[in-house]
């Protein structure tokens, strides 16, 4: 089931990167050196959006988020009466939250993304050296 989400990422990522690239100039009629700029383009925007996700995911993996969640979470009760994860259950301190955080957390998701997004970077860098050599 992942690998279909990842291969799915991917064609998403190709296609976009295409579209960009067709939308900056890519086209049939000028030469492969002169078509590396537009798909550099197409590549290093699509990548650099793959990778950001997938640092945020990463980031999001290590409990970095967990005190502004607890903060928003809890607050907002305080402000708010009514809106209240409170009615389900009775108020928890930060390490109770934190380990309950902590044994929900799925770890390991992110890298794929992150793999991906770096390897579409890489592949404009290649466009890119190609366009100035040719």
């Known amino acids: 089931m992942k690998r279909k989400i990842y291969a799915a990422v991917i064609l998403a990522a190709l296609a976009l990167a295409f579209a960009l690239a067709y939308s900056r100039g890519l086209s049939g009629e000028i030469s492969f050196g ?16 793959i990778l950001s996700i997938g640092g945020l995911m990463w980031v999001a ?6 005190m502004m969640t607890y903060s928003v979470r809890f ?3 305080a402000l708010l009466g009514f809106f ?10 930060f390490y ?10 799925k770890k390991g998701r992110a890298w794929p993304l992150l793999a991906i997004g770096g390897a579409m970077v890489a592949l404009a860098a290649v466009f890119l050296v190609l366009y100035y050599r040719i």
């Open 34 to 49: 002169g078509n590396c700029r537009y798909l550099s383009d197409g590549f290093f925007a699509v990548g650099m959006v």
């Open 61 to 66: 993996t290590t409990g970095f988020f967990d």
């Open 75 to 77: 607050g907002l009760h």
């Open 84 to 93: 209240a994860p409170e009615r389900r259950k009775p108020r928890q301190d």
């Open 96 to 105: 109770d939250y934190k380990v309950e955080r902590e044994t929900a957390r």
